[in-house]
């Protein structure tokens, strides 16, 4: 999960930028600050953005500190991009988007995720009455 698309954003931005920048050059000094302002904010939030969630999710795999929670999950929601979140007892928890379908029908999840980052690390599925 902490893959291409961590990444993708911040180095998409990073390379429009300057070629963006290049075409506004017969625009006049207007259109190059209207190209900075845009795209060089928007690429400088994507890089702060991203490595603010890559340095979180260094730190759990430093302090190797997961956390537990077990419950019946509140909301099962997958994301335009294909993020799968779980809702319980006020966590918005990362999961893989293949236990999507599964968390939507359970009634029981155990859930093992890192506590600053908030990514799963594990996820056990109970269907049913759970005897």
């Known amino acids: ?12 931005f990073t390379i429009v930028y300057p070629v963006a ?3 506004a050059l017969p ?10 302002l845009v795209l060089g904010g928007l690429a400088i939030y994507a890089w702060v953005r991203c490595l603010g969630s890559y340095r979180k ?6 302090t190797r500190l ?6 019946a999950p509140d909301r099962v929601y997958m994301t335009g991009l ?5 809702c319980m007892s006020g966590l918005k928890i990362r999961v893989g988007n293949d236990y999507f379908s599964e968390l939507r029908d359970a009634n029981n999840v155990r ?7 908030l990514l799963a690390v594990r996820v056990q599925v109970v ?3 759970g005897v």
């Open 82 to 86: 294909g993020d799968c979140y779980v």
């Open 111 to 117: 859930i093992e995720f890192l506590p600053a980052s």
């Open 66 to 71: 997961v956390n537990i929670l077990e419950g």
């Open 1 to 12: 999960m902490m893959g291409w698309k961590l990444w993708f954003g911040p180095i998409l």
């Open 21 to 23: 920048a290049w075409f």
């Open 57 to 62: 999710f260094v730190s759990d795999k430093n």
């Open 27 to 36: 625009l006049g000094w207007s259109g190059e600050i209207i190209c900075f």
């Open 127 to 129: 269907r049913g009455i």
